[in-house]
C-alpha cells in the first residue's frame, strides 16, 4: 500500500536510507520533518508498506516554473526499495504513484536522479520509460 510518510516511519526510512547511502554518518530523519512535510501541498515522501513493514520510498518535488504558464515539473528522489522486497512490485508501485500526482497537479516532466554507480537501477527506471540520455545532472554539495 501506498500511503504518505507519518512521523512514525522515521525509523524505518532512517533504514532504507542508510541502504541506499551506506557509510554515510550524516543521514538523519526526523519524525518532526516528516509531519512537516505532511502539511507541504508541493512535496511528498511516499512509503510503500507490505504486512505492516515500510519496504520503500520516493521522495516527489512539485517545483514551480514559468515556461509552462502555471505548470510545475517534478523531480524525484531517494528512490530506495529493501533489498529482500525488490522484485515483487515495490519500486514500479511507488514511481507510478508518484507519477500519478505529477498528472493531478500538471506537470509538465518528472525528473529522477540516481546515482551513477546504480546500474541496476538505472534499467529499472529505463523499463518504466524514464530516459538517461536526455539530460545530464549535476550536484555540488554544501558543507554545513
Known amino acids: 500500500m501506498i500511503r504518505e510518510a507519518e512521523p512514525t516511519d ?23 520533518r516528516l509531519a512537516r512535510l505532511r502539511e507541504d501541498v508541493d512535496n511528498f515522501c511516499f512509503v510503500d508498506e507490505r504486512e505492516g513493514q515500510v519496504v520503500g520510498t520516493v521522495l516527489l518535488h512539485l517545483c514551480p516554473d514559468v515556461m ?12 530506495v526499495v ?23 497537479h500538471g506537470c509538465t516532466k518528472v525528473m529522477l536522479l540516481s546515482g551513477v554507480h546504480r546500474t541496476e537501477a538505472h534499467a529499472f527506471f529505463e523499463r518504466l520509460g524514464y530516459s538517461g540520455s536526455v539530460s545530464r545532472a ?3 554539495y554544501l558543507p554545513r
Open 68 to 79: 509552462f504558464e502555471e505548470r510545475p515539473y517534478a523531480l524525484l528522489e531517494n528512490l
Open 138 to 140: 549535476f550536484k555540488k
Open 82 to 104: 529493501d533489498p529482500g522486497a525488490r522484485g515483487r512490485g515495490s519500486g514500479r508501485a511507488l514511481l507510478e504513484h508518484a507519477e500519478r500526482v505529477c498528472r493531478e
Open 10 to 32: 522515521a525509523g524505518a526510512l532512517q533504514r532504507l536510507y542508510e541502504l541506499l547511502v551506506p557509510h554515510n554518518p550524516r543521514i538523519r530523519v526526523l519524525p518532526e
